[in-house]
């Protein structure tokens, strides 16, 4: 059974301090290890067996490095599939895709992904997890065993998530909550300067979830990170997003990109406050407007 003792902070670390801001207005970041996102006139066609389906089209969109998008919309309408472009998992048939002013033309370890599933090694314990990828990257194919370095990155990325009792549990020691903290670590451990998360928080309990929106607000302050994240729910989408993209359409693609006028830090409680139930007005007022569909 997964562990009931999960903690409830997080370390803040020195980027911490921006979270006790107060009222930091929404604005362009200090976000040197962060990129931007570009895409213009994207499309994708998917043709199986003799049935197309435009999953995409004419998609264009600008992430500003450090910022936090989210794509918002109904199952179907081309969210994951726009992520996998962008992660380089997936070949477009038109258009323009880059990352940091570069193109993008297949994965690359500045790009991290985040799936609703954490995809830990069950063999591995988190810390092994969290070092999996790193190991790969840097030992290239020479055979390495403990390297101190590798351990201080892992003690420090797990004290960061608040996994620091953890490094030695195995997934299914691990809650929920605690499990999509060490595939955060493992994502964050090799420095991406963008992070992808195709609706990360979807099979979790409310109050996991919750905690998870707080953990992941957090660690975004601290490392000042660009971060698309897409989902389904629109309350998450205000909560997280700088902006929200919403997709849906005939062809499918980016209907509006509504800004969210609120300050940082942003709190699970804000949810009930006019402000925010203003923005998610607007915001469903666009996913449920019909373009001529
Ligand atoms: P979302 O993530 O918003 O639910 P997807 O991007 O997964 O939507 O899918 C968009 C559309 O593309 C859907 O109609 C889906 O059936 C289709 N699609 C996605 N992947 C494939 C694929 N590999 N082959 C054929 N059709 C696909
Ligand atoms: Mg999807």
């Given at each position: 059974m997964a562990a009931q003792a999960e903690p409830v902070g997080v370390a803040t670390g020195t980027g911490g301090a921006a979270a006790t801001d107060?009222?930091?207005?929404p604005g362009p970041r200090d976000a040197p290890g962060a990129a931007n996102v570009v895409l213009g006139g994207v499309g994708k066609t998917f043709r199986r067996a003799g049935r197309r389906t435009?999953?995409?089209?004419?998609v264009d969109l600008e992430v500003r490095a450090g910022e936090l998008v989210c794509l918002l919309g109904?199952?179907?309408?081309?969210k994951s599939t726009l992520l996998r472009i962008v992660a380089g998992a997936l070949a477009y048939d038109q258009g323009a895709v880059t990352v940091g002013g570069r193109p993008v033309s297949g994965p690359a370890p500045d790009r991290g992904i985040l799936f609703?599933?954490?995809?830990?090694?069950?063999?591995?314990?988190t810390r092994k997890n969290v070092l999996f990828g790193l190991k790969a990257q840097r030992s290239r194919g020479i055979h390495e065993r403990d390297d101190p370095e590798l351990d201080a990155e892992a003690d420090a990325i797990l004290a960061t998530v608040g996994l620091s009792q953890f490094g030695?549990?195995?997934?299914?020691?691990?809650s929920g909550g605690m499990q999509h903290r060490a595939a955060f670590a493992r994502a964050m451990v090799t420095r991406p300067s963008l992070l992808l998360m195709d609706?990360?928080?979807?099979?979790?309990d409310a109050f996991t979830r919750l905690r998870m929106h707080e953990f992941l607000l957090s660690m975004w302050e601290q490392y000042r990170i660009t971060i698309i994240f897409v989902t389904h729910d629109l309350e998450e989408a205000v909560l997280l997003g700088d902006r929200v993209a919403v997709m849906g359409g005939r062809p499918p693609g980016i209907r509006e990109v509504i800004d969210v006028p609120l300050g940082r830090?942003?709190?699970?409680?804000?949810?009930?406050t006019e402000q925010f139930l203003a923005v998610k007005r607007s915001i469903r007022q666009a996913l449920t407007t019909d373009r001529g569909a």
């Open positions: 107060g009222a930091a207005p435009v999953a995409l089209a004419g109904p199952s179907g309408c081309g609703q599933s954490p995809m830990l090694f069950s063999w591995l314990t030695d549990a195995f997934p299914h020691e691990l609706e990360p928080f979807g099979a979790l830090p942003r709190h699970a409680l804000d949810v009930d």
